[in-house]
């Protein structure tokens, strides 16, 4: 078809798209260029953004020749096009020959003027204004999601490395309650460790000893002056108490007051390492209970001075001295008991040659905490949880702090806020004689000593209270064959052949493969082929299968096991061995013999089996013995149903892993095999944790409630429900309950 034929009259073709009415998308160049043969004419940007499509191939467009209209598309080309968000790369047209086309000057130099140019102009801007918000809306958005991949990353490589001494399977979702505590007392144990300075277990000991000794008489010589003191201070409001009248802290203030005052340096004197400690402590950050007795101290010195500097200052008559001296008496109290009890567990370091260590360890894979028994691995690191603050340390950090902004904030409502500042020593002296009562003063120390030698008499030693808290947080325990049946409770009661082998052909093939098996029943059977008959043999290729074990001997293939497994395997027995132990001796798939043998439970077991009931723990078993399972060890030691339970082999090696608990820190040692001695350790930490969490929830109590009424009663100058004797009640009536806490331990 003729090019003239397939094209309109460019006049007729602007009379009709004059008649179009403006959209806005088009140019009218834009147009006669398209059909001019030109570069193809793009739609220009509409004011509303549209959405993405497909990027255009960069490729320079064909150029036709269109030769009568080819100085017509050279301007076009100069036209603002709405174009996809991202323009493609204009390339320069190759150069034609171009055939002369009309002029058109004077339609250009019409369109210059055109106001439309102007509102395609300010549409372009604006959607390219959009266009360019958006690309930043994009990039943004793309950096926070590539900072949130960055930062879940390096969550989960922080988190991969407390879980990489744990089992596979710790990790993923949301913690439990017991992973968190895993996770805070590792934290914590780190936080601790470059503070601890460890030292020989029998220097310590020796040292701790001497130690206790002097603490123990400089504690009496407190208590006779305290009991001086409270005679002093008492007298003067008792008529049948004999008092010379010189030293009447009523009737002579100045001499009585004096002389107690006297009494109270000389026990500060005798007491001066607590004294300092208390305050050093204060200082460094970490306050103690003997921060509470310093300042006590400090506050009826104060108080005693007052009262003779300003005799008409008002309030009680005699100072608190003898308060004082009592709560220091307490604090040397607590720290020879300390001593003593870290002396026996350093003692029981010195004495064990090979220890084993009680750990509580979290096992991820069944989320339990458990009790397990495994090698020390570090001598060391028995003796860092030694050095650790134990839980009354932690619990004062918190409640001194507290204890001594109340006292001087009541001490200064007291006082100078009723007008009278002359009081404060009264007030401040008065509230703080009640803020640590003895049974918080003793909460740690008798219960340790009295723990510590119950231990070292099992050979065992538990480092502290925080550790005995952890041991006490245990579910389950768990148990070995040696710990249910010690050495000498499996024997052979009979052997019955059944005639294909001699007798000691079946004993020792039995022995064989179950002493290749690391089995106790081996060692037993071992030990009797090589009495009666003097020989025994050697198995190769031997394996554990489900009950019961498999190897070779010789040439033959035996398997030693349960009668469910011969069931299994096909395999008739006899009748007769009802409920008897008995085990079932196959070579080359032949029934050679059956075994009796009697399982006997020990004295010292069957309590320890007891003793773990009544504390609520169930028993896991890590025994490879096929004989013994969680119906048998409740049988035996006459336990409920349910009490025990057994993994499946794969769980009882894990368990049996020496590495087990590896990373735990150790929180008791043993140095005699048996559940007695572990029950022993977890008794006694049980006892010990609940006797700290009882006193010093008991001391709390005790001192909030007491500074709450020696507040109101200095605040309402009720004097005389003050005097000396009715604060020492208050604290010996609190440390009642403390005493018999305490005495639960023994």
Not at 381 to 395: I, K, N, Q, V
Not at 618 to 630: E, K, M, R
Request: charged share 25%; aromatic share 6%.
């Amino acid at each position: 078809m003729d090019r003239k034929d397939e094209t309109m009259n460019l006049d007729a073709l602007k009379d009709l798209l004059n008649d179009v009415p403006d959209s806005g998308e088009f140019d009218l160049d834009a147009i006669i260029a398209e059909v001019s043969g030109g570069a193809p004419a793009e739609p220009r940007q509409a004011a509303q953004p549209i959405p993405d499509v497909s990027p255009m191939r960069e490729e320079p467009q064909p150029v036709r020749e269109q030769p009568q209209f080819a100085q017509a598309a050279e301007p076009a080309a100069e036209a603002p096009r709405t174009a996809p968000k991202k323009r493609p790369a204009r390339h320069p047209e190759p150069e034609t020959e171009r055939e002369p086309v009309p002029d058109l000057s004077a339609l250009e130099e019409e369109e210059d003027v055109d106001p439309r140019a102007v509102r395609i102009a300010a549409r372009e801007a604006k959607a390219e204004e959009r266009r360019r918000r958006a690309e930043e809306k994009t990039a943004a958005r793309e950096a926070r999601r590539a900072a949130k991949l960055a930062e879940r990353e390096e969550e989960e490589v922080s988190a991969a490395a407390p879980e990489a001494s744990m089992p596979d399977g710790a990790s993923g979702g949301r913690m439990t309650r017991k992973q968190a505590r895993a996770a805070r007392i590792a934290a914590e144990q780190a936080e601790e460790e470059e503070e601890i300075r460890l030292r020989n277990p029998a220097q310590a000991s020796s040292g701790l000893k001497r130690r206790a000794q002097g603490l123990s008489i400089r504690a009496t010589l407190v208590l006779l002056l305290a009991a001086a003191a409270a005679y002093l201070s008492v007298a003067p409001g008792f008529e049948v108490l004999p008092l010379p009248a010189a030293v009447d802290a009523v009737e002579n203030p100045t001499v009585g007051i004096g002389v107690l005052l006297l009494l109270q340096f000389a026990a500060l004197f005798l007491g001066v390492d607590l004294f300092g400690q208390g305050f050093y402590k204060l200082l460094h950050g970490a306050p103690d209970r003997n921060s509470l007795v310093s300042f006590a101290v400090v506050a009826s010195l104060l108080h005693g001075a007052s009262m003779i500097v300003f005799p008409d200052q008002g309030g009680v008559s005699v100072p608190y001295v003898a308060v004082s001296i009592l709560m220091l008496y307490a604090a040397l109290r607590e720290e020879r008991n300390c001593c003593a009890a870290r002396a026996r567990a350093y003692q029981a370091v010195c004495a064990a040659e090979q220890p084993m260590a009680v750990y509580s360890h979290y096992d991820s894979e069944d989320d339990a905490c458990r009790a397990v028994k495994c090698p020390l691995y570090d001598e060391k690191a028995f003796l860092t949880e030694m050095e650790r603050p134990d839980a009354a340390d932690r619990f004062s950090m918190i409640y001194v702090p507290i204890a001594l902004a109340a006292s001087i904030i009541f001490a200064l409502v007291a006082s100078v806020g009723c007008g009278q500042p002359m009081r404060f020593f009264w007030a401040f002296s008065a509230v703080l004689s009640v803020s640590a009562p003895l049974g918080m003063l003793c909460a740690f120390g008798a219960s340790y000593k009295n723990v510590s030698r119950r231990l070292l008499a099992s050979g065992a030693a538990i480092a502290g209270a925080r550790q005995a808290n952890l041991l006490r947080g245990t579910e389950e325990v768990v148990l070995c064959e040696n710990d249910l049946f010690p050495a000498g409770s499996i024997s052979l009661e009979s052997l019955q052949n059944m005639g294909r082998l001699s007798d000691d052909r079946v004993l020792a093939c039995a022995a064989a493969v179950a002493d290749a098996a690391g089995l106790e029943l081996g060692r037993v059977l071992t030990d009797v082929t090589r009495e009666r008959y003097g020989v025994t043999l050697a198995a190769r290729n031997v394996r554990m299968v489900e009950g019961g074990v498999a190897g070779e001997v010789g040439s033959s293939r035996v398997i030693l096991g349960t009668a469910a497994l011969m069931v299994q395997m096909g395999v008739r027995i006899h009748a007769g061995q009802g409920d008897q132990v008995c085990v079932y001796l196959v070579v080359d798939d032949a029934l050679a013999g059956v075994l009796t043998l009697r399982y006997q439970t020990t004295k010292h077991t069957y309590q320890a089996m007891r003793m773990m009931r009544r504390m609520h723990m169930n028993a896991v078993l890590a025994v490879q013995d096929f004989n013994i399972s969680p119906a048998m060890v409740e049988t035996e030691f006459d336990l409920r149903r349910g009490f025990a339970d057994q993994p499946d082999p794969a769980g009882v090696k894990r368990l049996l892993d020496p590495g087990y608990a590896w990373g735990d820190a150790p929180a008791a040692i043993l140095t005699r095999e048996g559940a007695g001695p572990l029950m022993q350790v977890l008794r006694c930490a049980d006892k010990l944790a609940g006797a700290v969490r009882s006193l010093l929830t008991l001391g709390a109590f005790a001192g909030i409630f007491g500074m709450l009424i020696v507040f109101y009663l200095v605040f309402q100058n009720a004097a005389d429900a003050l005097p000396v004797q009715h604060l020492l009640l208050y604290l010996l009536l609190w440390y009642v309950p403390s005493f018999i806490i305490t005495q639960q331990t023994h």
